[in-house]
């Protein structure tokens, strides 16, 4: 069986972020980590791979220090890594994303290709389901359990309270929860290895079956209006009440809010 992960390097919120003058991420200059429901979604694969057996390819686009995630993946168990990068690609919304590592996952085998639910710089919950639709293969989303079954993949789908049962012939692609499970720790051998292994990079070239008016920001229909940090909060209004006056102040707040 043959499993393809794409991982994403996003930014480390906790160290802030930066921006460029289009709106776009300053992706090289801010601290970064692995995206963490791609962490998760590596994990399951790596887990399947140990109970299966599996050749497990993790598959990112970014800018060359991206390599470092690739590394983290294989330090972790992962078999191979490639990075997509190229500087028409930059700039990139869901839409042109999709299209970039669908025109690199052309290029392999797979019975499996596993993302993560969102990626933390974006939220959009989008990547995984287009790259399905660009390939033409099913798409189970929001997994919080995976099974092989011959050539079939049955998934728990997490809904509201509850969870479908889905099956699903494979080829197929699943979006991994960060809450489907623990991931491991990189090994020290894994590390060792991780360094000296060699990282496939592609670029443009690369890309089987992808228009060039749907790479890169000129080929990004979302446009960003307005991009800022952190935003701060004012102050406040402070009153200085007894305990009786003050439930009847938050009580009225929160009546004059329609809360309650």
Known sequence: MKIVVCIKQVPDTKGGVKFNPDGTLDRGAMLTIMNPDDKAGLEAALRLKDKYGAEVTVVTMGLPKAEDVLREAMA???DKGILVTDRV??????WATSQTLAGAIRNLEYDLIITGRQAIDGDTAQVGPQISEHLGIPVISYAQKIEIEGD?????????????VLKAKMPCLITALAELNEPRYMTPGGIFDAVKAEITVWGRANLVDVDDSNLGLKGSPTQIAKASDKVRKGAGEKVNLDPTESVDYIIGKLK???VI
């Open 76 to 78: 972790m168990g992962a």
């Open 89 to 94: 690609l930059g700039g990139a919304d869901t």
């Open 152 to 164: 079939s993949v049955i998934v728990e789908r997490q809904f509201d309270d509850r969870y479908h």
């Open 256 to 258: 004059e809010k329609h």
